[in-house]
């Protein structure tokens, strides 16, 4: 006896069949994307810093060979032979990098966020076919690979006047790039709590010393000539912005991109400001200032009025030349002009 079957029960078995066939290959990716989350987050979690050491293989893995990918990469560039060259400040950049990491996971731990980023990080002769495929070829190099990224040489790169600004300018260009909040970047201070202690220690053992001295008049601080010198100090510091530079670990200077056996010592552009440029501006107003202090407090005791005419011409010649050059470096820097408006009537 043969069992008949409609033909709308044929139908929807095809459909049926056709429907789980469509779904399980997108059901294969999703468990394919998290499994490589999963490790992610595990080798994540297993560094110090957060950073992800990565060499060709693994980063075939999760890179190159993962698609669909739901989680971007920030990936540091990094070569250990060349980490003496204190011109290419790697080590500086890479302690930076590892700040921007850590900080990232800890203000994103246990939200989605956390497995939308990974910090990573590749060595030149451990993984020289994954610098061939970025077509890395300077450094320092950080590079922001998207989810739709297909060719690597497409992602984006830092732009290389940004690492001067370090963890703050990399987290910048972390949040444009993948629309995520890192947070607030806390660097470790700079003295710890055991020296911190110790000097409180020196510092109470040594008072009665020093409150011995000060009662005898035998001390530093009553010396004209240190308190002018320190004068003279503060006010070096204080224009040629020494604080900026180490708040933001500045470099006195760059190597040059086309011929690295020259040096950039000053940089075009208001967006960065190498410490070799503060101290050329802090010497000038240095002389401008010094100049000011001795034609007001010394020059003015000269009885020789030929003397104190001919020296205040050359005070008032070196005090133009120098603001001169500080005007000319800030339009040559900034590319806005800075001129003198005459009276009307003059013209």
């Given at each position: ?8 029960v ?30 992610l987050?595990?080798l ?79 060595e ?9 495929l ?54 470790p ?6 020296q ?14 020093l ?68 101290f ?57 002009g800075?001129h ?8």
């Open positions: 006896m043969s069992i008949s079957v409609k033909p709308s044929h139908l929807l078995l095809l459909l049926f069949t056709i429907l789980c066939s469509s779904l399980t290959p997108f059901k294969a990716f999703s468990e394919s994307d998290s499994d490589r989350v999963a490790e987050l595990n994540q979690s297993r560094s110090k810093s957060g950073v992800i050491h990565l060499d060709d293989h693994s980063l075939n893995r999760f890179l190159t060979s993962g698609k669909p990918r739901s989680y971007s990469l920030l990936i540091f560039f990094d070569a250990a032979h060349l980490h003496d060259k204190h011109e290419l400040h790697l080590k500086e950049i890479r302690s930076e990098f590892d700040l921007v990491a850590s900080t990232f996971i800890s203000h994103n731990k246990n939200t989605p966020s956390q497995s939308k980023l990974f910090f990573c990080d590749l030149f002769k451990e993984s020289q076919s994954s610098f061939a970025f077509a890395v070829n300077t450094l320092p190099h950080i590079r922001h690979v998207d989810p739709q990224i297909e060719n690597p040489k497409d992602s984006a790169r830092m732009d290389q006047s940004d690492f001067a600004r370090l963890a703050e300018s990399m987290a910048e260009f972390v949040e444009s790039k993948t629309k995520l909040t890192v947070g607030p970047i806390e660097r201070p700079v003295v710890s709590k055991n911190l202690g110790f000097a409180v220690v020196a510092l109470l053992l040594s008072t009665p010393f409150v011995k001295k000060l009662l005898d008049g035998d001390t530093l601080f009553l010396d004209s000539k240190v308190w002018l010198g320190l004068s003279v100090f503060v006010y070096f510091f204080s224009v040629s912005g020494a604080m900026h530079n180490i708040i933001r670990k500045m470099p006195m200077f760059l190597a040059d991109r086309n011929d690295p056996s020259k040096f950039t010592f000053f940089y075009q552009g208001s967006g960065m400001q190498l410490g070799a440029e503060g050329a501006v802090g010497f000038l107003y240095t002389i401008v200032g010094l100049l000011l202090a001795f034609v007001t407090q010394i020059l003015v005791r000269v009885r020789n009025v030929t003397v104190q005419r001919l020296v205040m011409i050359f005070a008032l010649f070196v005090s133009f030349w120098a603001v001169k050059k500080v005007v000319y470096l800030d339009n040559w820097k900034t590319g806005y800075i003198g408006f005459w009276p009307s009537s003059w013209k």
